[in-house]
């Protein structure tokens, strides 16, 4: 067996290759230079090593699985900075790739592996998924084994994978032909101390807006919303053990689309690590658009309305489809959201909602089409599946332990309680946590599902039916 050295990992190849990759290549180029804010569907990869470090002699497996067929570039970048070309090489030429159907880097029986070794630090895999082979990058040598990159060939790349629509030949844009996932590994040397059985630890998101920048939607002030997120911050340190320094909200003007994209595809990443809980709490405006590009079932794009967003402006809202993106970000991280927002209609008091038409039609059955209010209940409840599109699809690229719990289901309202102290699902969240431990979140949803039912019904003439969508894949303990 011989061993060839490969920007920070040595192969160990079963047959004579030649070639010894070293040196200065394509050191400045930043992987993250790619970005696609909006795919149209979704790339994961995954390692051999769940805390995602490497020590000095450790076998680096990778497995890379898409949501669509296409064609896989998988590029790997040293603690050096020294950029290869992983995939497709010469073992693999053909680089597709089937939709839901990983492929492994080496494959099973290969004729290499991948053992780490210096230089050590942090490291990064990033997995390119296009619809189309990118022609600029496919006369490449492939060489004896991954390929150095170049400034060259990156600019190369960038090009082949952008494209610029009709309609804006200024604007290059991605969204339709390709998707991506970039992966941070650390290596080190065997003689660092490094403690891999380190705890995991939990956090709190909480995000309260009831003020709003444009006049239009501040017509409908939600001032519990602030109040909700004070409340919940105390439950989840107070209950739920959350330490106080794991504690980011964003309020009101402070929660503008810019900022709550920082929290988490930058905060977030940073201070959490793999095995971590995240708890994330949104209280606000909710609505839809229509879809744009073609994965909901409803033909809606769900969205949460931040405090900079225009009401006549879909793009500046937060949508569900832009918030599966942020949310691969934290892959790894065991990720429960409660949502107490809606997505319907109505013109009465204290609802979570834009809808400004007082004689539309619920279509729940709130009213019938004389504008009076049904005595029945829907033949049917569609759920509000803010984000459970992009779950679904995330689970089948093996992207787990996500769970969302919504305040109403999409034809419904959500309302704050007469008392006008805090919204409806968040009290009895906050009540049953508050009276016992060792409450599940599956425990917690069927306990306040009946509660927030019978209140919206006895004390409106509504009905609010809470929704969940489960990927955890085993119950979370939400008060130990």
Not at 74 to 92: E, R
Not at 135 to 141: L, P, S, V
């Amino acid at each position: 067996m011989k061993k060839f050295a490969v920007y920070g990992l040595v192969l160990l190849a079963m047959f004579g290759c030649s070639a010894v990759f070293a040196g200065d290549n394509g050191r400045g180029i930043e992987l993250e230079e790619i970005e696609n804010p909006k795919p149209s569907f979704y790339v994961r990869v995954d390692v051999n090593h769940e805390d995602l470090t490497y020590t000095e002699g450790d076998l680096l497996k990778v497995n890379v699985i898409s949501s669509v067929d296409g064609y896989l570039y998988l590029f790997y970048k040293n603690a050096q900075g020294d950029v290869s070309l992983l995939y497709p090489n010469q073992f693999h030429p053909d680089n597709r790739i089937q939709k839901r159907k990983a492929v492994a880097v080496p494959e099973e029986g290969s004729n290499f592996q991948m053992r780490v070794t210096s230089p050590f630090g942090e490291e990064q895999l990033l997995a390119v998924v296009c619809k189309n082979q990118v022609e600029e990058f496919e006369t490449k040598d492939l060489g004896s084994f991954f390929t150095p990159v170049t400034k060259s060939d990156w600019e190369s790349f960038k090009k082949g994978i952008t494209v610029a629509p009709p309609e804006r030949p200024d604007v290059p844009e991605m969204s339709e032909i390709s998707a991506l996932y970039l992966l941070g590994v650390k290596t080190v040397e065997k003689s660092a101390s490094y403690d891999s059985n380190r705890g995991n630890n939990s956090f709190f998101v909480g995000i309260g807006v009831g003020d709003y920048k444009d006049p239009m939607i501040n017509r409908k002030r939600l001032p519990t919303c602030p109040v909700d997120v004070e409340r919940m911050t105390d439950l989840f340190v107070e209950k739920c053990g959350v330490p106080k320094d794991n504690i980011l909200t964003l309020i009101n003007e402070d929660a503008t689309l810019e900022q709550i994209q920082k929290l988490f595809c930058e905060a977030l990443p940073e201070v959490t690590k793999p095995g971590d809980v995240i708890f994330v709490y949104w209280s606000g405006h909710g609505g839809s658009c229509g879809d744009k590009d073609g994965d909901e079932k409803d033909g809606r794009d769900e969205y949460l309305v931040p405090y900079d967003a225009v009401l006549s402006e879909p793009r500046t809202m937060l949508v569900d489809d832009d918030f599966g993106v942020w949310v691969q970000k934290l892959d790894r991280r065991k990720i429960f959201f409660i949502i107490d927002a809606c997505y319907s209609a109505g013109n009465a008091t204290n609802l979570k909602s834009l809808d400004d038409e007082g004689d539309r039609k619920i279509i729940s059955g709130f009213f019938d089409k004389t504008g009076d209010k049904a005595a029945s209940a829907p033949a049917k409840v569609i759920p509000f599946d803010f984000g459970f599109e992009a779950m679904a699809q995330m689970k089948d690229i093996g992207q787990r332990d996500l769970a969302l719990i919504a305040s109403s289901a999409a034809d419904e309202v959500s309302l704050v309680r007469t008392e006008n102290d805090m919204s409806v699902m968040t009290y009895f969240i906050i009540e049953e946590l508050s009276s016992k431990s060792g409450i599940s979140h599956v425990q917690l949803f069927d306990a306040i599902k009946p509660k927030v039912e019978k209140y919206v019904k006895e004390n409106y003439g509504f009905y609010q039916t809470p929704q969940m969508q489960d990927e955890f894949e085993a119950p979370l303990i939400l008060n130990p």
